[in-house]
C-alpha cells in the first residue's frame, strides 16, 4: 500500500514473485498489478517502458493537469 504525500490517496500494489522461476533473461519471475485505483487498461501486453510513462500520468491526474498532459504525450510519443 502506497500513501500520496501531497493528495492523501492511497493505492493498493500486489506483487507475486518466484524464486524458482526464471524469465528469458535469467532474472526471477515478478508479476504486480495495481489492484487500487482500478486501471481499464490491461498493461500486461505493454512494454514496461510505456507501461511506466501511462501510470505517471495516471498517478498524477487528480493533482496536476498540465503535468498529466506532458506525461500522456511522453506515452504517445514511446507509442
Given amino acids: 500500500m ?3 504525500p501531497v ?4 493505492t493498493f ?3 507475486y514473485w518466484d524464486n524458482a522461476q526464471r ?3 535469467g532474472n526471477e519471475y515478478s508479476d504486480d498489478e495495481i ?6 487498461l490491461k498493461t500486461k501486453l505493454l512494454p514496461n517502458e510505456i507501461k511506466n510513462a501511462f501510470e505517471s500520468a495516471l498517478k498524477v491526474k487528480n493533482i496536476d493537469n498540465d503535468l ?4 500522456l504525450r511522453k506515452t504517445l510519443e514511446l507509442v
Fill in 2 to 4: 502506497f500513501a500520496c
Fill in 7 to 10: 493528495c492523501g490517496k492511497v
Fill in 13 to 15: 500494489l500486489e506483487t
Fill in 23 to 25: 524469465d528469458y533473461a
Fill in 35 to 40: 489492484l487500487y485505483p482500478v486501471n481499464s
Fill in 68 to 71: 498529466c498532459f506532458i506525461a
